[in-house]
């Protein structure tokens, strides 16, 4: 894993949010994006050289939605950039951790995605990024 990718926090109204990080961080969003499978509208920051996504539900059996209903709004996971994500899944599933999608999928940010199961990775959820090229 090179580096924290982004992390991302899921958000009941993501317009509200925009404006209440827009004022924490001193700087407008610079992305919006919609992601129709996962059923989620994103929105990015730029933090110095870090970056947050905001996650909002598009539809009440999304992922975002689900956890919302669960755990409420807050931090939802931590993202890592790797240069091979297939390479990587076969890496971590060799060490023990449980895969949610052993194919990545189309993520937000010209992402190509997959996530671990916080179960495997003391209770967060972990997601690889690799740079769509």
């Known amino acids: ?7 991302g926090i899921a958000v009941k109204d993501l317009e509200a949010s925009n404006l209440v990080f827009k004022k924490l961080f001193g700087a407008p ?14 929105s990015f920051f730029k933090v ?5 996504e905001l996650l909002e539900a598009t539809r009440e059996d999304s992922p975002i939605a689900k956890y919302i209903e669960r755990k409420g709004e807050g931090i ?4 890592f950039e790797v240069e091979d994500i297939a390479k990587e899944i076969e890496r ?4 023990g951790f449980i895969v949610l999608n052993e194919t990545p999928k189309k993520g ?7 996530f671990l199961h916080p179960k495997s990775s003391n209770g967060v959820l972990v997601e690889l990024c690799q740079e769509v090229k």
Do not use: C, F, Q, R
Request: charged share 30%; glycine share 8%.
């Open 76 to 79: 939802h996971h931590i993202a």
């Open 108 to 114: 937000a940010d010209n992402k190509l995605v997959a």
């Open 92 to 95: 971590l599933k060799g060490e």
């Open 1 to 7: 894993m090179n580096k924290i990718e982004h992390i």
């Open 29 to 42: 969003h610079y992305k919006l994006e919609e992601v129709a499978s996962e059923g989620v509208k994103t």
């Open 48 to 52: 110095g050289p870090n970056k947050i």
